[in-house]
Every structure is written in structure tokens, then in C-alpha cells.
């Protein structure tokens, strides 16, 4: 299906409909879809088929506006009479701006951060490489202002039309047309020591770099632009999906509700706002957006395509699936459909489907890493070994140092019985993560098959203690939740606005279990961090004054204690927190500390045990304490476990190889330290 509503140009003759009223310009014009329901009767004409579409405000006066479109069968619902009947111009504008709209849709770009299907990403649609026809088209609009169209939007004066530096930019623009873009640039850069206002020239500006990928800096001019048009709706939609590529979704947003305001039937931009929207965690709105999107455009498949994404990323998936095979099914050439449908397919756990079509996917795009992931993790769910391990195999020659793939090649060459590769794989993985607890468990059964069995055994053992830890892990969670404010808060707290951190506590954490003293625990071990010790006891004082039973707050006065080599003062408050709630793993973890510091070996070992603590240095007591008690198979164990997660951490690792070298335990030492990160 030809992908554009096309009309005859002005070089091949055309013939001129004069539409009394609408609906004899629709039986009387084939472009009826793109023009003639939408131009006001009597004023205007439309033509038939060919190169462009010609617009005729009096006899002997035309302009042509050729239209491209990346969407079928339709234009957008922004055109339908947006115009008053007497504005020429406006009318124009309008369908000129929907051309520019329009060269968004030209290319596809998705971008896919892991391996397992996250069906919705940020697409963007890149400008193709553009004719010279179509350049023109994109600042006729710019062309028409500059020559008289003040009347539509009087924001900042023109040279008049037959100027020199109208005539200069004429210049600048044949010569991006005809190829010469680097000569273009330089009049353009001419004109603009001349005249550093001149919308028209900045616009130009922009699109020759953006045509030499030099998009940072076409991002800039587009910037420049919109501030001189503040309300130019095409430069609203180009610096809103400008700034939605570069992760400020919130300046995004911002300026594409203001496009949206402008044109509020815009399917363009509708269709970048519900990206934004969710990205942004906005759900509903997203969804919203992209219906408006269906309904300015309702025959256009890559807005069909996007609606079954977002509907299957808020958990519609069966719904977003019909979609995407209504999609698929009127133009299988979209980009990226078939990898969109396995994806769904896997959610659904259709996994024969999944693998059916990201195989199409890759088919059709060989060298598509993530369609390469979902192939190979469908097999691996449907035990097809030796397709898994193929797809692994072509995604290593991409990425050689993908711990995931590295993994499910071993795990392949495992069930393949292939036991050396298994274990050279695995091995790997582990020296790239130490903390792959997988990769530990497919290590037993590797050795096991060699039939060695002291390794099988103690890979085991390494994998059910690491195991066992994720319980700590699962504790901190609302640790990690407090993570994405911390920076925020710290930069509040430090300009002495400790009012606006607790406010940002109770925001962040509208809706959940957080109670007020919570807020106040946060901001008090913030301040005991800063080495605010004063502030940071006033807040977890309070704390505990409005809910005695809070969590955290005893155990950061425990902590501070234990700063202050206060033994006595810390074993206190962290019994005072355990009195409140037994299993607070890291009041056990603190006071496992304590009895380490006292020299109560096993008392310090079962504390430290029972914490499942992940935090290196209590590791590091935990290994210690086994070895005074004279359990080294299990300081050695704890001592591979710390190694995990102190990978990172060189000076904490020093001590451990010294700790194991004390005790005699030389190969596993030299062995930590060939793991150590680069």
C-alpha cells in the first residue's frame, strides 16, 4: 500500500477542482482523505494524484505542498478545519505543519535495556535522509511567515520577501535541496551573523544537522527557534521528542501538552505525550494520549502497533496482543512487530508463539540483540537446547562479555551434557558477577557429572548460604526505595531545609505502609550520615516519641554508639529494637557486631548468621568468628560469599586476603585475588 496521500504538482500541469462545497471535491478529487473533507468550501482547491498537493488561494496564484506521511489511509483529525474560512495563509500553515509533523514518522529507533521482553520502550521515529521536494516542504511554512504570513503568527518581524537576505535564504535552501548542505550551512551561518533572529535560518540550521547527525546541536537550534515561536507547534512536537530521547521526560511532557494545546486533535503528538507519559509512570494518561493518537488517526498502523505496547506494558496483554496482530496483519514490514508480538506471547506464556516470532524477528533483523535474547530465553523455556545455545552463541558475538547470555550458555552446554564447557562458561560468569547464585548451582551439577564431587559439594554449599541471604536483601527493600531521594534529600538538609525532606518522604512514599515516624527516622540517619550527630538524634528521638515502636530508629542510636565505641549504649538500643520486632535483620546483623567486638566468638557467629547479612565488612566478622571457633570450612564458604559482594571494594578485600592468609588458607586466597575487579 503506497504510504502517501499524493496529489498532482505544479510542474505536471494539474488540473484545479474548485470545491464549491465539500462533497463535490470529494467525489470530484482522489486525495479526498487528505484535502477536500477538510477545506472550507469555496475557498480553496485540491488536485488529482501526482507529485504534490497544490493549494490555489486566487486563480494564477498557487504553492505547492508536497505530503509524506509514515501513516496510512488518513490524515491527522488537526487538519479538519483548523482554519478560518477567510485565512488563506492559515490554511496553509496548517497543512504545511502537518508535513513537518509528519517527518517523524519516517524511521524507527527502540532502544531495550535487558533480556528478559520489556515490551514498552521509547520509540522514536528519526527524519530519513531527505529529497530535495521535501525539504522544501519543511520550511515552506518558514518561507511564507517570513514573506508576509504575520498575519497568522505576528511573533517577530521579517525581512521583507525580495530583500537580500530573503534572497540569501532562498540561496541556502536551493542549495540544501540539490545536495550541497555544507554550502547551505555556510550561507546559513552568514545569514545568521546578519540577522541572529531570523526563525526561518535557525530552522534550516537544525535540519542540516539533524541530516549530519549531529543531533545534540540540531536540538540546540531547535531550542533557539522555539524560543523566537514559542508557539510553533512543529517546534513544540521536534524539541518535546528532542527532549523525551534524552530521558527529561518531565520538559518532554511539558511541551508537547503545549503542542497539543495549539493542535489539539494532533495524532503526532498525542502519540510522543503517551510515550512520555509511560515512561514517566504515568499509565492512564498514557493510555489516554494514545487513544487520542487512535482517534485523530484511526486507520494508522503504527499507532495501532503502539497501542497494543502500552496496553500490554499496563498488564492488558491480550487486548494489546489483537492489536498488534491487527498491526501485523496490514503491514508486516512495521519495524519491530514481529519482536513485539513474541514479547506479548512470552507474558502471556505463549512460549511457542514467543519463539515463532522473535525467530521472525530475527530473521528479518539479524543482527537485533534483544529479539536475539527473547529467542534464546523462549527456547530455554521450551528445553530446546541446541537452538538456545545457538542464539546465545550469536549474542556473545555482539556482546562477549554478557553475563546473562554467558549464563544460559552454560546452562545449554549443561543440559547438552557438554560438562568442560559448562564449567569454562559458568566460571566465567562468576568472574565477570560473583553474585550469580545460578551460576553456582549449574557449577554442582557440572562437576557432579565429571564426577567431581568435592567441587560439586562445595559449589552447593556456596549457592544454598547465597541463597539464604536474599532474605536480608528482601528486608531492605524500603532501604532501596529510599535510594532514588537520598541525593535530593541530601542537597535539601544541607541548604537547612529540613521541612521539604520530610515532605519529600511523605510524598515519595504516599499510598504505602510509611508512617510519619518514619520520615523522621529517614531524616535523622541522613543527618547521622552527614556527621550531624546533634539533628540526626533530635529526629530519631522524635521518632520514637510519636511511635515507640517504629522501625530503625534504635538501631541508627545503636549504630552511632558503636561509632563512639559505646558497647554497652549499643547492645541497649539494639535490644530495645529487637524488643520491638525480633526479625529486624539488621538490628541482629549490629548486634552480632557487638558480640564480635567483645570477643564472643559464637555468640558473634550465630548473630551474623542469623541476619543473612550481604554487607562485606559483617561478612568479614562472620569469616573471622568461624575461624576462632575453628569452623574453616565454613569461614571458607563465608569468605567466597564475601568476595561476591566485596568485588568492588578493594581495600575490604585486601583485609580478607589477609584474614585467609593468617589462617592458613593460601590457594583460596590466591584464587580470590585472581577474581578481583580490574
Not at 504510504?3 to 510542474?11: G, K, L, V, W
Not at 494524484?49 to 508536497?66: A, D, T
Not at 530495645?576 to 558480640?595: F, H, K, S, T, W
Amino acid at each position: 500500500m503506497n504510504n502517501r496521500i499524493e496529489a498532482r504538482s505544479i510542474a505536471g500541469a494539474a488540473t484545479v477542482l474548485w470545491a464549491a462545497d465539500r462533497q463535490k471535491a470529494k467525489t470530484e478529487s482522489k486525495a479526498t482523505g487528505a484535502l477536500a473533507n477538510y477545506l472550507p468550501p469555496g475557498r480553496f482547491c485540491v488536485v488529482r494524484e501526482g507529485q504534490g498537493i497544490v493549494f490555489s488561494k486566487l486563480p494564477g496564484h498557487r504553492v505547492e505542498v508536497p505530503w509524506y506521511g509514515h501513516r496510512r489511509n488518513g490524515p491527522a483529525e488537526r487538519n479538519r478545519a483548523r482554519c478560518p474560512p477567510l485565512c488563506g495563509m492559515a490554511v496553509v500553515r496548517s497543512f504545511v505543519g502537518v508535513c513537518i509533523m509528519k517527518l517523524l514518522r519516517d524511521r524507527c529507533w527502540r532502544g531495550r535495556w535487558n533480556a528478559n521482553p520489556s515490551l514498552v520502550v521509547f520509540l522514536r521515529k528519526e527524519s530519513a535522509a531527505w529529497p530535495a521536494n521535501r525539504l522544501r516542504a519543511v520550511l515552506l511554512l518558514a518561507v511564507l511567515f517570513a514573506s508576509g504570513g504575520a498575519a497568522v503568527r505576528a511573533q517577530n518581524a521579517s525581512p521583507p520577501a525580495g530583500s537580500p537576505l530573503m534572497r540569501q535564504f532562498h540561496q541556502a535552501l536551493s542549495l540544501a535541496e540539490h545536495g550541497d548542505r555544507q554550502e547551505a550551512m555556510n550561507l546559513v551561518l552568514h545569514l545568521l551573523e546578519q540577522r541572529p533572529d531570523f526563525e526561518p535560518a535557525i530552522k534550516l540550521k537544525g535540519m542540516l544537522l539533524e541530516e549530519a547527525g549531529r543531533t545534540s546541536e540540531a536540538a540546540a537550534a531547535y531550542e533557539e527557534a522555539l524560543k523566537l515561536a514559542p508557539n510553533d507547534a512543529e517546534l513544540l512536537l521536534k524539541t518535546g521528542v528532542y527532549k523525551l530521547t534524552a530521558g527529561q521526560r518531565e520538559e518532554a511532557i511539558k511541551l508537547l501538552q503545549h503542542c497539543i494545546r495549539i493542535l489539539p486533535g494532533d495524532g503526532d503528538a498525542q502519540y510522543y505525550l503517551a510515550q512520555a507519559y509511560h515512561l514517566n509512570g504515568q499509565d492512564d494518561l498514557a493510555l489516554r494520549a494514545i487513544r487520542l493518537s487512535l482517534k485523530a488517526e484511526p486507520d494508522n498502523v503504527s499507532v495501532w502497533q503502539k497501542y497494543g505496547e502500552l496496553l500490554c506494558g499496563t498488564g492488558d496483554c491480550e487486548a494489546g496482543l489483537r492489536w498488534l496482530l491487527k498491526a501485523q496483519r496490514s503491514d508486516a514490514t512495521l519495524l519491530r512487530i514481529d519482536y513485539d508480538i513474541a514479547a506479548t506471547d512470552y507474558k502471556l506464556m505463549d512460549l511457542a508463539g514467543a519463539a515463532q516470532y522473535a525467530a521472525r524477528a530475527v530473521e528479518s533483523q539479524p543482527n537485533d540483540v534483544t529479539a536475539l535474547q527473547l529467542l534464546a530465553i523462549a527456547d530455554v523455556k521450551l528445553a530446546k537446547w541446541q537452538e538456545a545455545r545457538n542464539a546465545f552463541e550469536r549474542i556473545l558475538a555482539f556482546k562477549t562479555d554478557d553475563v546473562g547470555s554467558l549464563l544460559g550458555l552454560g546452562q545449554c552446554e549443561l543440559e547438552l551434557k557438554n560438562y568442560p564447557a559448562a564449567v569454562d562458561k559458568l566460571q566465567s560468569v562468576l568472574r565477570l558477577d560473583p553474585t550469580r547464585l545460578l551460576a553456582h548451582f549449574y557449577l554442582s551439577r557440572a562437576f557432579a557429572g565429571m564426577g567431581r564431587t568435592a567441587d560439586a559439594q562445595h559449589e552447593a554449599a556456596l549457592h544454598q548460604l547465597m541463597m539464604e541471604q536474599i532474605t536480608f536483601v528482601r528486608s531492605i527493600e524500603s532501604d532501596e526505595r529510599e535510594s532514588s531521594i537520598k541525593a535530593q534529600a541530601h542537597q535539601l538538609l544541607a541548604e537547612h531545609r529540613e521541612e521539604d525532606v520530610l515532605r519529600l518522604y511523605r510524598e515519595h512514599f504516599k499510598g504505602t505502609a510509611a508512617t510519619p515516624a518514619d520520615a523522621y527516622v529517614f531524616v535523622g540517619k541522613l543527618y547521622l550520615f552527614m556527621g550531624d550527630t546533634e539533628d540526626g538524634l533530635r529526629n530519631l528521638h522524635h521518632a520514637l516519641e510519636i511511635q515507640p515502636t517504629v522501625r530503625g530508629a534504635h538501631t541508627y542510636e545503636g549504630i552511632l554508639a558503636l561509632k563512639l565505641g559505646d558497647l554497652s549504649g549499643a547492645e541497649n538500643e539494639f535490644k530495645a529494637e529487637l524488643a520491638n520486632d525480633p526479625n529486624y535483620q539488621m538490628a541482629i546483623a549490629e548486634m552480632g557486631e557487638v558480640r564480635y567486638r567483645q570477643g564472643l566468638w559464637s555468640d558473634a557467629a550465630e548473630q551474623l548468621a542469623k541476619s543473612r547479612t550481604i554487607t562485606p565488612e559483617l561478612l568479614y566478622m562472620l569469616c573471622d568468628s568461624y575461624f576462632h571457633m575453628g569452623r574453616v570450612s565454613d569461614a571458607d564458604l563465608t569468605a567466597e560469599t564475601m568476595a561476591a559482594y566485596a568485588r568492588n571494594k578493594p581495600e575490604v578485600m585486601k583485609e580478607l586476603i589477609e584474614l585467609l592468609l593468617r589462617n592458613g588458607q593460601t590457594e583460596l586466597a590466591q584464587r580470590l585475588s585472581a577474581n578481583l575487579a580490574p
